[in-house]
């Protein structure tokens, strides 16, 4: 099993901030990460895929890089809504997810 | 636009069985992946099962294997899943999850959920 690891847990911020989150992967998943946003009370939401390409409707301050173990999702600038935990998932053996970041409002 | 809605969740005892099902409307239902993922309460994502259009590729989770069977019926836009035996450590929400055509390893659309709770 390919075990995600994210980083970091908990990630304090003021809107306007720009938030850096950490998925590292156990082994090689080439480009096959998926990053969603999940807030409280509602079902998880796609945002990246392919590691960088945005899903249809995702503001482009939204935005993944990274390569083989490591991976990163950048948002340029935080709006309210955003504040929810993000969830990496690896798509290259049988799917598996890191444990969340969460980004909190400082 | 793409709906998906989870039902069937309930408490059952140890060793019981329960029988999740999910509508789906808003798109064509026979040709996606269908993907069945859930977490337990206050926790992390685990994937359980995925099923093709046509049902011919199936898999699952070790965690379920051998007593969860997902399954569909094109005809009524519907996903199931059949659990057995179940455990306390399969209490969580699951989730009813679209993938894309070509696999089920990653979920562009995802329900609600429907939540099961395996006590005694």
């Known amino acids: 099993e390919i075990v995600l690891t994210q980083s970091p847990a908990t990630l304090s911020l003021s809107p306007g901030e720009r938030a850096t989150l950490s998925c590292r992967a156990s082994?090689?998943?080439?480009?096959?990460l998926v990053w969603y946003q999940q807030k409280p009370g509602q079902a998880p939401r796609l945002l990246i895929y392919?590691?960088?390409i945005r899903a249809t409707g995702i503001p482009a301050r939204f935005s993944g890089s990274g390569s083989g173990t490591d991976f990163t999702l950048t948002i340029s600038s935080l709006e309210p809504e955003d504040f929810a935990v993000y969830y990496c998932q690896q798509r290259s053996n049988w799917p598996t997810f890191g444990g969340g970041t969460k980004v909190e409002i400082k | 636009q793409v709906q998906l809605v989870e039902s069937g969740g309930d408490l059952v005892k140890p060793g019981g069985s329960l029988k999740l099902s999910c509508a789906a409307s808003?798109?064509?239902?026979?040709?996606?992946?269908m993907i069945w993922i859930r977490q337990a309460p206050g926790k992390g994502l685990e994937w359980v099962s995925y099923?093709?259009?046509?049902?011919?590729?199936?898999d699952y989770a070790d965690s379920v294997k051998a007593r969860f069977t997902i399954s569909r019926d094109n005809a009524k836009n519907s996903l199931y899943l059949q659990m057995n035996s179940l455990r306390a450590e399969d209490t969580a929400l699951y989730y009813c999850?679209?993938?894309?055509?070509?696999?089920?390893?990653?979920?562009?659309?995802w329900g609600q959920g429907t939540l099961v709770t395996v006590s005694s």
């Open positions: 808003g798109f064509d239902f026979s040709d996606f992946y």
């Open positions: 082994q090689s998943v080439a480009n096959y």
């Open positions: 099923i093709s259009g046509s049902s011919t590729d199936t």
């Open positions: 392919e590691a960088s």
């Open positions: 999850a679209r993938g894309d055509y070509y696999d089920g390893n990653w979920a562009g659309f």
